[in-house]
């Protein structure tokens, strides 16, 4: 299943990293309902959640300076494969994608605890994880709670809202976290979960060739019962919350744009359209 | 009587007014449907603000007061509030949607084994019916938020795990009032440490500004990102001072230096609701968005027809804020003489 390149150096801080990435309804489209007005996610295109990207460029930012293997995990249905292949474009070495109807409706708890198996298993096949990091949080749910649940069932230290991974030597990785107002460094003991916040990385923009490259990379497909994954404990049933009602956000804004390549025009028209709308800027 | 617990985040100034204003959200809902309010204390030499929040409506404080808490540490700070839960058994816990209550709260929630809902925008209390199973559950927590980038709103409950968890968006509810007539329960707990593994996480520097301006007052706040640069802020300043406004900024601009953090506005910065903001050079991040989405009129300037801020703005120019800004400062002295 892991493929270990021979190219990279030996040294004992060759990081085997795993990064979770959510294939998440493209948000550049609007939401679809189903008739019962829950979500229809089937029939929507999944791309890769874009906060993802800055955990891929973190983790491939990594392999780079110290050697090391990037692994992509994914809990999804399994029509998620083009969104893996985006991030196997950019540097993903390989992907596992976790597919099972049983593992419908689990909300974060239940989420946590399934991709928390991918890893062990992966741990057990590796040898080691030493880091494994997330997006500060998925654009359909933006709940931030993945990476923290993770590492709790996983009994690892974890840190949300990364910056920058400052420094990765002797076992310990020192990190830059976002708080109010500010900062904190905070030095943590590997294996650990890091959650990435974003603003210091630039995701690579794959070129053809790497979308190419990308084609041949291997995804494996595992169910629920190949990580060992106690069933009663994911799933609608197996998830402490229940959603019990959804409705569309009610935005009552008034939606004027203005483009005009004329300047003077812009501005009178937006000028007159306040004045129109009784709305005084002073 | 079942309890409400309220995390009580400490910062330098003392509690973080995000848990003040939940403490405030708890005692109306515990006196509207009979529970009792809790604090939850975490931190060293933190015992002397237990009266504040006391008088500020919780009727008990559970404190653990400890040197290996004088720094914010996730592991510490966790095993400390699940020690205090596992005795305690709230029926309910809420934490602030801050940078610190966002990560411990869902690591808390899975020790626990439990549910959790993050940054809700409305709390309640109601009954609940299971579709499956014809359960009637009476007093549930209702945990409300936006999703799906804030266009679908979602309510949420944890019928059968205690204790019901969500974290809460800054902003929301308002500080309840200070009352120092009022009195209540403090419990210290000395908690062991001594399993922890101590090097696993250490916090070294801590870089926190405090805020000096308070936006939230403003009538008219006009808000500068990324693409204002430094000579940008020149112009936005001169539009607020001509509009009698405050001058705000995205967290891109802030970290950039070119205005200090007490302007930033968003969810690590402040949530305001102005009669009129105007956004410049600002894209719309979520992050930046759930701190001025209230605001009654929102204007955006941006050179980017796509940027997500025209989806949420009454009135959107697109084009050069270099040229827009000079513009519209013109005309409005204009107007003016
Ligand atoms: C944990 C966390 C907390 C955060 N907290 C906050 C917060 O409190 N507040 C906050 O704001 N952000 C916050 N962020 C950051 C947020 O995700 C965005 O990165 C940030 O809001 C982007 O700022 P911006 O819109 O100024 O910059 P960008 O996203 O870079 O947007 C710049 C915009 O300027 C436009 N532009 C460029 N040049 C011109 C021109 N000449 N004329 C007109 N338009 C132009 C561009 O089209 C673009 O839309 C947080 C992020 C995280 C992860
Ligand atoms: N189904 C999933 N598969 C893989 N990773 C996920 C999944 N859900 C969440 N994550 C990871 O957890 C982060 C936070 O997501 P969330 O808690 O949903 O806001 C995301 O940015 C991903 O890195």
Redesign the interface.
Known sequence: MVTVNSKQNPSSERLNIVVLVKPV?D?KE??KFKPDGT?DRLSMKLVMNPYDKYAVEAALQLREALGGIVIGVSMAPPHAIDALREALAMGVDEFILLSDPRLAGS???AT?YALSMVVKKLWSKLGKVDLVLCGVES???????I???V???LGL?????VDKILEVSGGYV?VK?????????????MPAVLTIAG?SYTPRIPTLRDVITARRKQITTLNADDVSIDTSKVGLLG???????????E?K????????TD??R??DN??A??RKDG?K?? | MSKIFVYAEV?EEGIAEPSLELIGRARELADKHGFSVSAMLVGFGVRKLADELIYRGASEVHVVDNEVLSK?N??FY?RAIVEVVENEKPDIFLFPA???G???A??V???L???????CTAIEIGD?V?PITGKKYEKLL??IR????????????????RPQMATVRPGVYSVPPRDTSRSGRIKEWTIDFSEE?V?????????????KVDLRSAK?IVSGGRGARPEGFKLIRELAE???GEVGAS??AV?AGWIS?DH?VGL??QTVKPD?YIAVGISGA?QHVVGMKDSK??IAINKD?EAPI??????????DLF??IP??IE??KVA?S
């Not at chain 1, 230290?157 to 809202?161: A, C, K, R």
Request: aromatic share 8%.
């Open positions: 309804p948000p609007p939401p979500l909300d974060t708890l946590s654009s359909d749910s933006n709940t931030a709670h990476g923290p649940e590492a709790e069932w230290p974890s840190v949300s809202y020192k976290k976002l708080i109010e107002g500010g900062y904190m460094v905070i030095r943590v003991k603003t998830s402490p919350t229940r959603v019990i009602k959804m409705w569309a956000a935005i804004r008034r939606g004027k744009i203005f483009t005009d300047i003077d812009l501005i937006f000028l359209e306040l709305v800027l002073k | 910062v914010y996730l592991l966790t801050t940078t610190t966002r990560e411990l869902p690591r929630a899975a020790r084994g439990t549910g959790i809902t993050a940054d609940y299971d209702y945990q936006p999703t799906f980038g804030g266009t679908i709103m979602a309510a949420i409950v944890t019928p059968n795990h593994d090097g696993c996480l250490e916090v070294l520097e801590v870089k926190r500004e405090r805020r008219i001509l509009l009698g967290r891109a970290d953090y930033q690590t910065g009129i979520i009129i929102i027809p025209f989806r949420i703005a009454d009135y959107g120019l697109v084009g040229v827009i513009k519209l005309r409005l003016k």
